[in-house]
């Protein structure tokens, strides 16, 4: 029997409310959804496939607003509602052209509620490929406990897993990232981590970004089962290390003009040429091409494209109108 689903993600999405300038001086404000793994599911539904996110909300308008968004986007939503608790919300400061700030109001909030109960309702559907983030383990013990959980299950139940790091330092430390993830890391078929988080999924700490310490790493995750670890690295393009050999791919060259949410554009490209079928370099070319459309468009996800849309940017002479 086909999966119902092809790829299922949960986590905690919020109301990310953006300032074109310093919050301190006033001026308006818009609205938008903002969520790593609700960004993923964005991109990989625009791309043609079916896809799930599963998290819980308050009895608020920044929920109802949070779902109707997701549906609109084609995404198919398995929600929670917790009436004692607020949707998270998160304030976006363009602070300078080159430096964008976040201040985080999410402590206790109804997304970091997400339960073991929640996540095993939503697997019962059995996706292709469960896509988790490090930050639901941050959120809170009982979120944690969840992504232990759904690791294991879908490990176990033959479900390719992926993992990104994305590793958000106003929610915890290093090391208590690297206490919890290193452990999850063995469980998952494919680890994405800028190159500075690498060493949070490593057994023991080792900093540093040269090209021998990621090549150490990613031999490590090899090793431990994993078998593609993907590198992001911003304007630097990315890179993959599998058993077979080592692939990169450059950034396409654009303009940028908003970064926030780029890699998880990335990661929603990588994933979605891995469910066409695609070998590690297509998947690597798609996820760079992902990620060229979100720092060249303003938004988290919403100037990601259609699967029609994918070749524009090799197609089009930068600053030119297509007619």
């Given at each position: 029997?086909?999966?119902?689903?092809?790829?299922?993600?949960?986590?905690?999405?919020?109301?990310?409310?953006?300032?074109?300038?310093?919050?301190?001086?006033?001026?308006?404000?818009?609205?938008?959804?903002?969520?790593?793994?609700?960004?993923?599911?964005?991109?990989?539904?625009?791309?043609?496939?079916?896809?799930?996110?599963?998290?819980?909300?308050?009895?608020?308008?920044?929920?109802?607003?949070?779902?109707?968004?997701?549906?609109?986007?084609?995404?198919?939503?398995?929600?929670?509602?917790?009436?004692?608790?607020?949707?998270?919300?998160?304030?976006?400061?363009?602070?300078?052209?080159?430096?964008?700030?976040?201040?985080?109001?999410?402590?206790?909030?109804?997304?970091?509620?997400?339960?073991?109960?929640?996540?095993?309702?939503?697997?019962?559907?059995?996706?292709?490929?469960?896509?988790?983030?490090?930050?639901?383990?941050?959120?809170?013990?009982?979120?944690?406990?969840?992504?232990?959980?759904?690791?294991?299950?879908?490990?176990?139940?033959?479900?390719?897993?992926?993992?990104?790091?994305?590793?958000?330092?106003?929610?915890?430390?290093?090391?208590?990232?690297?206490?919890?993830?290193?452990?999850?890391?063995?469980?998952?078929?494919?680890?994405?981590?800028?190159?500075?988080?690498?060493?949070?999924?490593?057994?023991?700490?080792?900093?540093?970004?040269?090209?021998?310490?990621?090549?150490?790493?990613?031999?490590?995750?090899?090793?431990?089962?994993?078998?593609?670890?993907?590198?992001?690295?911003?304007?630097?393009?990315?890179?993959?290390?599998?058993?077979?050999?080592?692939?990169?791919?450059?950034?396409?060259?654009?303009?940028?003009?908003?970064?926030?949410?780029?890699?998880?554009?990335?990661?929603?490209?990588?994933?979605?040429?891995?469910?066409?079928?695609?070998?590690?370099?297509?998947?690597?070319?798609?996820?760079?091409?992902?990620?060229?459309?979100?720092?060249?468009?303003?938004g988290d996800w919403e100037g990601l494209p259609g699967r029609d849309e994918l070749a524009l940017l090799a197609t089009t002479q930068s600053g030119a109108t297509v007619r």
């Amino acid at each position: 029997m086909s999966a119902a689903v092809d790829l299922l993600t949960f986590g905690e999405s919020m109301v990310s409310l953006r300032s074109a300038g310093p919050l301190s001086a006033g001026g308006s404000l818009d609205m938008h959804v903002a969520g790593a793994e609700s960004n993923v599911a964005v991109g990989v539904a625009r791309l043609g496939h079916s896809v799930s996110w599963a998290g819980v909300i308050g009895a608020d308008p920044h929920g109802e607003y949070i779902l109707r968004q997701l549906r609109s986007e084609g995404v198919h939503v398995q929600q929670r509602v917790d009436p004692s608790r607020s949707t998270g919300v998160m304030f976006l400061e363009q602070r300078t052209a080159d430096l964008t700030r976040a201040f985080y109001y999410r402590s206790a909030s109804a997304g970091s509620t997400i339960s073991r109960s929640d996540v095993g309702a939503a697997l019962n559907a059995g996706p292709r490929v469960l896509h988790l983030t490090g930050i639901t383990a941050a959120l809170s013990a009982d979120a944690r406990e969840a992504l232990e959980y759904a690791v294991e299950r879908a490990a176990a139940e033959g479900v390719l897993v992926s993992l990104d790091v994305n590793y958000r330092s106003k929610l915890w430390t290093r090391d208590e990232a690297r206490a919890v993830l290193a452990p999850v890391a063995r469980h998952a078929d494919i680890v994405i981590a800028s190159d500075d988080e690498l060493d949070l999924v490593s057994s023991t700490a080792r900093p540093g970004t040269s090209d021998d310490a990621e090549t150490a790493l990613a031999d490590e995750l090899l090793g431990r089962g994993v078998t593609e670890v993907v590198v992001k690295r911003g304007a630097d393009g990315a890179g993959v290390h599998t058993v077979s050999g080592r692939f990169e791919s450059a950034a396409v060259p654009v303009t940028s003009i908003d970064t926030v949410g780029a890699g998880d554009a990335f990661t929603a490209g990588y994933l979605s040429a891995l469910l066409d079928g695609e070998d590690v370099a297509v998947r690597l070319e798609r996820g760079t091409v992902m990620g060229a459309f979100a720092v060249s468009t303003a938004g988290d996800w919403e100037g990601l494209p259609g699967r029609d849309e994918l070749a524009l940017l090799a197609t089009t002479q930068s600053g030119a109108t297509v007619r």
